[in-house]
Nanobody
Framework: QVQLVESGGGLVQAGGSLRLSCAVSGRTLRAYVMGWFRQAPGSEREFVAVVSRSGNTYYPDSVKGRFTISRDNAKNAVHLQMNSLKPEDTALYYC?????????????????WGQGTQVTVSS
């Protein structure tokens, strides 16, 4: 059974930075495509970033140039560095693991999910 545990969320002022981490247990990280999603109250879950098994990354325009996803296979961890944060980045951030596509951007493509970590950006 794969388990994902997020950490690193918190309250930050606009323009600030946070680094989210996702610890993966139960199976080697190398087996998965890893992604980050976020969900604000009343909104659908939104794709934020993905890193393939080989390290290729992809971002939506809303975070491109501000967010960076990385994976550390040796430590079974995935990170999301978030810079120049905006109030609209406020959401519950989820880590997810996919066993299929090389680059997966839809929630339905992911097989395992963490419980989420809250990010709040004040103006």
């Amino acid at each position: 059974q794969v388990q994902l545990v997020e950490s690193g969320g918190g309250l930050v002022q606009a323009g600030g930075s946070l680094r989210l981490s996702c610890a993966v247990s139960g199976r080697t990280l190398r087996a998965y495509v890893m992604g980050w999603f976020r969900q604000a109250p009343g909104s659908e879950r939104e794709f934020v970033a993905v890193v393939s098994r080989s390290g290729n990354t992809y971002y939506p325009d809303s975070v491109k140039g501000r967010f960076t996803i990385s994976r550390d296979n040796a430590k079974n961890a995935v990170h999301l560095q978030m810079n120049s944060l905006k109030p609209e980045d406020t959401a519950l951030y989820y880590c997810a693991a996919a066993t299929g596509l090389a680059i997966a951007t839809a929630p339905k493509d992911y097989d395992y999910w963490g419980q989420g970590t809250q990010v709040t950006v004040s103006s």
